[in-house]
């Protein structure tokens, strides 16, 4: 089943604008994760967020996690031409050897900054 | 570093062909991913490996999949027969995992078209 649920799926905004994604997932968590696609191109990690962790910053970027509602948010701050992507959640499960896990990805939000 | 390297960028063959993409992950790290991505399924983890052995591999679709990983600095996915509900791009990720730290790089995907 799809763990990461993004919303909205597109969003259009004016540069200069605020963007706000939101992450909807289903079963407990180690980490989550948000992720950049540009247009035909690889993934770039944007941000972690551990479970226990309530919010992080990163330049433009803060994140918030709630572990309550199993839900996270993502948001750029002035959006310039250049954050137009694909954003997607994504997320990992606790592995009790320490060892890394793959990750469950959401179906992403489209993000188109307007000059 | 030149980050994850995969080939080839893309694919064009007749159903019925073996295909087969290659990733080489970023040197030093110890876990390897195989993802797909399409419009319908968007990202699904296909395997994963960690210290080359293989994890879990129940997000393989069906016995026409296998992936190998002989060292640390190559794996392979490999479909026979390859079939046109297999067209997708085809990531391959590397991590250097400890214990809950599980950042993934993504190299530039393989775009897969079967006729």
């Known amino acids: 089943s799809q763990q990461g649920e993004e919303d909205p799926q597109a969003l259009s905004i004016q540069e200069g604008e605020n963007a706000t994604m939101n992450c909807s997932y289903k079963?407990?968590?180690?980490?989550l994760q948000w992720y950049r696609q540009n247009s035909g191109r690889g993934l770039v990690h944007l941000i972690l967020?551990?479970?226990?962790?309530r919010e992080k910053h990163s330049g433009r970027l803060r994140v918030t996690l709630d572990t309550s509602k199993k839900s996270s948010s993502l948001l750029i701050t002035a959006s310039r031409a250049a954050d137009t992507a694909s954003y997607f959640c994504?997320?990992?499960?606790?592995?009790?050897?320490?060892?890394?896990?793959?990750?469950?990805f959401g179906k992403g939000t489209h993000l188109i900054i307007q000059p | 570093d030149a980050g994850v390297i995969q080939s080839p960028r893309h694919e064009v063959t007749e159903m019925g062909q073996e295909v087969t993409l290659r990733c080489k992950p970023i040197?030093?790290?110890?876990?390897l991913f195989w993802y797909r991505q399409t419009m319908m399924r968007g990202l699904e983890l296909l395997i994963y490996?960690?210290?080359?052995?293989?994890?879990?591999d129940s997000g393989m679709p069906e016995d026409r999949f296998s992936a190998k990983m002989p060292n640390a600095s190559f794996s392979t996915l490999k479909i026979q027969p390859s079939e046109p509900r297999d067209s997708a791009v085809y990531f391959c990720?590397?991590?250097?995992?400890?214990?809950?730290?599980?950042?993934?790089?993504f190299g530039p995907g393989t775009r897969l078209t079967v006729l």
């Open positions: 040197s030093g790290h110890n876990s």
């Open positions: 990720a590397s991590s250097l995992h400890g214990f809950s730290y599980n950042e993934q790089f």
């Open positions: 079963t407990s968590i180690n980490n």
């Open positions: 490996f960690n210290n080359n052995v293989p994890i879990d």
């Open positions: 967020i551990r479970s226990n962790e």
């Open positions: 994504a997320t990992d499960r606790y592995s009790s050897g320490g060892g890394a896990d793959g990750l469950t």
